[in-house]
């Protein structure tokens, strides 16, 4: 177990629709990452929070969006939802935004849209 | 821009063979350079990194992966392979410049037959 929380593990809904996926990261970790992991694209990095703050972007749509709160959790907001979205979305956190920290991951996120 | 590649889609090593997993990279800036595994419906899971120092670097059960600068390499080794070791490996790689983005190769999948 990494410490690293992510809910719901699994998540069908329609194309259109909006959904949020939640992370918990691991006590003390002040940096959170979301990642895209698709068959057909790899694992998609989408961004990092840092203490509340945007650090980095990757390839995030517009129709995506994530915030950091102060009690350090995160979400990652998805919506108008494609069939090309279904994936499994990852959490994952680091102590600081130092370059050589290690990101741990939670379990994942199963969205499917239908 | 920072990249990753691990050539090998697949390796295939039966049971107390080695095993060697590639990854070579591409950074601006100093690397910084992580091995994950990921088993099925399961996050990822660390192995190892490379921050600054000795080229071997030691991780969990029983992995190794060796630094080559000249090679801009990173490849991820196991004296001697396991069933259980059979996964989906994935080498990330970080710049201390341009932002905290860590980058993802495309996994090797490993079949270890006993």
């Known amino acids: 177990d990494s410490g690293v929380t992510q809910t719901p593990k699994h998540l069908i809904t329609a194309t259109g ?3 949020t996926l939640r992370c918990s990261p691991r006590s003390g970790d002040l940096s959170v990452y979301w990642y895209q992991q698709s068959l057909d694209q790899g694992l998609q ?11 980095a972007k990757g390839n995030i749509l517009e129709r995506f969006s994530a915030q950091q709160f102060p009690d350090l959790h995160s979400e990652l907001n998805l919506s108008s939802l494609e069939l090309g979205d279904s994936a499994l979305y990852f959490c994952a956190s680091s102590e600081q935004g130092a370059a050589g920290n290690t990101i741990y991951f939670g379990e994942g996120s199963w969205l499917t849209v239908v | 821009a920072q990249s990753v590649a691990q050539p090998e889609d697949q390796v295939n090593v039966a049971e107390g063979n080695p095993l ?5 990279y591409s950074v601006s800036g100093n690397p910084y350079l992580f091995w994950y595994v990921q088993y099925p419906n399961r996050g990822l899971q660390f192995l190892l990194k490379y921050i600054t120092g000795d080229n071997l670097v030691k991780g969990s059960y ?11 390499s990173f490849h991820l080794k196991k004296p001697s392979a396991l069933v259980s070791d059979s996964a989906l490996y994935f080498c990330a790689v970080r710049s201390n410049t341009g932002g905290f983005k860590t980058i993802f190769g495309a996994g090797t999948r490993l079949f270890v037959k006993a």
């Open chain 2, 62 to 72: 029983g992995f190794e992966a060796e630094f080559n600068k000249s090679q801009t």
């Open chain 2, 20 to 24: 060697t997993v590639k990854c070579t």
């Open chain 1, 17 to 19: 629709q909006r959904v």
């Open chain 1, 45 to 55: 990095f989408l961004i990092q929070y840092y203490n509340g703050e945007e650090r």
